[in-house]
Nanobody
Framework: QVRLVESGGGLVQAGDSLRLSCAASGRTFSSYAMAWFRQAPDKEREFVATISWSGGSTHYAASVKGRFTISRDNAKNTVYLQMNSLKPEDTAVYYC????????????????WGQGTQVTVSS
């Protein structure tokens, strides 16, 4: 598994943008599919976006498609989530996840998790 640390969360207003980062430490970061999930209080963890190890394939939840962009920089061992046009319903703790394989879109598809970063969007 790989160690993951999220950063970049904060308090913003609706319509604002925010960029999350997930720094990974491990010898084989480039071999991992990466993803972002989010979890609001008393809610189940929800898929947001995923990216293949090469960065050539991405997938987004319908709720964020067109607003969020996932990307990765393997040279920096970092994955990003650019969030534009934020809405109050985007408020959640955002988690970075990694899978030594092809990943997926449910939490059980991923082997490693960060501790999360809080994103709060005011109306």
């Amino acid at each position: 598994q790989v160690r993951l640390v999220e950063s970049g969360g904060g308090l913003v207003q609706a319509g604002d943008s925010l960029r999350l980062s997930c720094a990974a430490s491990g010898r084989t970061f480039s071999s991992y599919a990466m993803a972002w999930f989010r979890q609001a209080p008393d809610k189940e963890r929800e898929f947001v976006a995923t990216i293949s190890w090469s960065g050539g394939s991405t997938h987004y939840a319908a709720s964020v498609k067109g607003r969020f962009t996932i990307s990765r920089d393997n040279a920096k061992n970092t994955v990003y989530l650019q969030m534009n046009s934020l809405k109050p319903e985007d408020t959640a703790v955002y988690y970075c996840a990694a899978d030594l394989g092809f990943g997926g879109n449910v939490p059980s598809d991923f082997d490693s998790w960060g501790q999360g970063t809080q994103v709060t969007v005011s109306s």
